[in-house]
């Protein structure tokens, strides 16, 4: 009996020992596959890269390749405005022919106020400086008290004939009241005097003032229609763009062109009509001092004058 007890402890002792290895093994076995499998391609024999191949080249086609035809519209040169398009001539001459209607009425009527300018310094002119002229000539011959002959300059005529009308007039009436009277006569004949002189400088003043801004609608309008050739050439090149604007600004141009000769003339005709008015008042003081003496020594001659008109 104790035999048998003996042999069965040690069969457990065995079986206890055995049990866990195989277990152990049991549980091993699938991370020892899985090495395997991975590193089986690692362990494989590397073979060397086989030599290149030289490729054949294929063989030449013997009939001619077609070319492919032209895209209408496609071309390099498509984008390039047509020469004839393009005016070569950019003088003013031919500015002007190439012209808007509307930029060329502007420039008509900018041509007109600079000849009508010119033509009234010639014309005023003449005018005004013999008008000075014969102030001076009548305020020298006012101061002399020289005789009434056709000679005299007419502003000097005038005046002695508006005093004997007033002294005509006056006969018989206090003399304080007829120097009043003939001062109020005098000063109204200068003031007519100076009017008729002064007569159509105005024109210079308008032509002036308005040729700039005609010319700038001019060049507002050139420009417009530059900006609408320019989108239908659909380009923005200098050679297409230049002639359009150059025909626009030549109306700015031709207005100070014609406002500033206006101005300048203007301006000199505004200093001899300011001479000539003063040169009026100096002559009716210079009659008017004649007359009172006379008046006060009562040798004026109240002698009715032949009617004179003061225009």
Known sequence: MPMEITVTRRLACRAATVFPLALGLMLAQPALSLAQT??????????PPAAP?????????????TALPAITGMTATAATPDAAAVPSDL???????????????????LFLASVLTWTMLLGKGIELWTACRGITRGLRLAESDAPDTASLPRPLLLMRHAVKAELAASEG????????????RLRRLEMRLARRIQRGTGILATIGAVSPFIGLFGTVWGIMNS?????????????????????ALLATAAGLVAAIPAVVIYNIFARWVGAYRHGLG????????????????????????????AE
Not at 53 to 65: H, L
Not at 227 to 247: D, Q, R, S
Not at 288 to 303: E, N, S, W
């Open 282 to 309: 100096d002559l009716g003081e210079i009659v008017l001092r004649h007359t009172g003496r006379k008046l006060d020594r009562g040798t004026a001659l109240p002698a009715r004058p032949r009617p004179m008109a």
């Open 53 to 65: 191949v030289a490729a054949t080249p294929a063989p030449t086609p013997s009939a001619p390749a």
């Open 173 to 184: 009436t206090a003399v304080t009241g007829t120097k009043d009277r003939l001062d109020s």
């Open 38 to 47: 991975t590193a089986g391609p690692a362990s494989a024999t590397i073979t």
């Open 227 to 247: 900006f609408v050739g320019i989108a239908k050439l659909h380009t923005t090149n200098l050679a297409v763009v230049a002639p359009g604007i150059a025909e």
């Open 91 to 109: 003088s003013v001459k031919a500015l002007i022919g190439h012209a808007d209607r509307i930029v060329k009425g502007v420039l008509l009527l």
